[in-house]
């Protein structure tokens, strides 16, 4: 236990576009972790209205969704799963909580079973593997539109400030990832 509070059991992924916080989803997964992924709630959506899956689409949806239901909308969405996941899981990842709107629904939900991480790297870094990720790329002009949309609208900022921890992403993968298994080790943290 940490400081007298109970133990983790949700651990959430936080950082801008770029940063590797999916790769540490993705790595945290394959040791066993179970993944959940905010970003999917809007790829579904997007299905289910029959539109094509592009960058513009889902960011048409997640406006709509958070005009529709707020701007916690889609931490709304998620947090039965997230409840029934943590029926049948020791411990849970959450990839991708997003606005400060939703940090503070999950965070008055969960309490302090959940610690925050946030995954920080250079802009110009962000920026370069952002422009040569195999999957939707982005230019680094659509980067940058990017950050300001999510800073400025969606609150990003928000869960990446006040997390509980922050790894810095500035050198290689496999970096990244040893600071990760160091963190989810020192947490106590099982599968």
Known sequence: MQNGHQKPRALALVGMTGSGKSLCAQHLEQRGYYKYRFGQIVVDEVKRRGMPLTPANERLVREDLRAQDGINAIAKRALPVLQQALNEHSTIIIDGLYGFGEYKLLKASLGETMVVVA???????????????????????????????????????????????????????????????????SLELVP
């Open 119 to 185: 995954v920080a790297a250079p802009r110009a870094l962000r920026y370069d593997r952002l422009a040569k990720r195999p999957e939707r790329p982005l230019t680094p002009e659509q980067a940058q539109e990017r950050d300001y949309r999510e800073i400025e609208y969606l609150e990003k900022g928000g869960p990446i400030a006040i997390a509980d921890y922050t790894l810095l992403n500035d050198q290689n993968s496999q970096a990244l990832l040893n600071q990760l298994d160091k963190l989810v080790d």
